[in-house]
């Protein structure tokens, strides 16, 4: 249940992130160029720190993570 909260709650966030940055970018007449760029950063950001989080997972115990 904690993982599935976790997961729902960065799900959540993430979102809530891109649909402000698309707005300040509609609201300052940004070039689409950039709205796409910014986008794709965040995207890329996002896939990085999934992979560096389950690496660490799958490098420490178990138990040693519960236990904290």
Aim: with cysteine; hydrophobic share 55%.
């Amino acid at each position: 249940m904690v993982v599935i909260t976790a997961l729902f709650t960065c799900g959540f966030s993430m979102g809530t992130v891109e649909m402000h940055l698309m707005a300040i970018q509609q609201t300052m007449h940004a070039a689409h160029t950039m709205l796409i760029a910014s986008i794709s950063i965040l995207g890329l950001l996002k896939l990085v720190g999934g992979f560096v989080f389950s690496a660490l997972l799958d490098r420490f115990p178990r138990r040693n993570i519960a236990r904290r």
